[in-house]
């Protein structure tokens, strides 16, 4: 099972919006809602940053939003500031036989 | 405190084995599905395995199916990972997590623990 397609890098200006998105296929992100994304700092362990679809857990900052169009689900961050940098992820379930796929990172600088 | 805790790593040498374990505390283990995921140096997160809440479905991905096993002991709030016939390329880190609703979310995650294959 191929990972999902995320963009090597994005960057923004603090305040700017910036946008990741995340291509699979319709046998995962396109077939269900169950995409989540990540942030991770370097040499921490992830966190759940939005699940199924668009649903933020609490304690995470409502500048973090989640969308799904297609076969393409995508993660916007309004407002940036300095400690959103970080490396973000996707990962949504699959009907393949690898039932969760992560997709490859996408490294956000904050300029 | 909700709090994973993951032990267990090390070096060993390519066709050893390893067992990885995770400790869970400040929530009912028994309740929830529970996973492992690995890093590996400077690369993206790989899902491994997971493991329903009573250990009744349990799955894992093709690169490691056949050599891993993933058990877990509700009476002890611990998840385990045992690692067989290990390759160079099972480098990584090793993170367990919890799914926070049966739907692939993770929404706790250990520190995680570094498996090092080499000669």
């Known amino acids: 099972q191929s990972a999902l397609t995320q963009p090597a890098s994005v960057s923004g200006s603090p305040g700017q919006s910036i946008t990741i998105s995340c291509t699979g296929t319709s046998s995962d992100v396109g077939g269900y809602n169950y995409v989540s994304w990540y942030q991770q700092h370097p040499g921490k362990a992830p966190k759940l940053m939005i699940y199924?679809?668009?649903n933020r857990p609490s304690g995470v900052s409502n500048r973090f939003s989640g969308s799904k169009s297609g076969n393409t689900a995508s993660l916007t961050i309004s407002g940036l500031q300095a400690e959103d940098e970080a490396d973000y992820y996707c990962s949504s379930y699959t009907s393949s036989s690898t039932p969760l796929v992560f997709g490859g990172g996408t490294k956000l600088t904050v300029l | 405190e909700v709090q994973l805790v993951e032990s267990g790593g090390g070096l060993v040498k390519p066709g050893g084995s390893l067992r990885l374990s995770c400790a869970a505390s400040g929530f009912t283990f028994s309740s929830y599905s529970m996973n492992w995921v690995r890093q590996a140096p400077g690369k993206g997160l790989e899902w491994v395995s997971s493991i329903s809440s009573s250990s009744s479905y349990i799955y894992y991905a093709d690169s490691v199916k056949g050599r891993f096993t993933i058990s877990r002991d509700n009476a002890k709030n611990s998840l385990y990972l045992q690692m067989n016939s290990l390759r160079a390329e099972d480098t990584a880190v090793y993170y367990c997590?919890?799914?926070?609703?049966?739907?692939?979310?993770?929404?706790?995650w250990g520190q995680g623990t570094m498996v090092t294959v080499s000669s």
């Open positions: 997590a919890r799914d926070r609703s049966s739907s692939d979310a993770f929404d706790i």
């Open positions: 199924e679809v668009s």
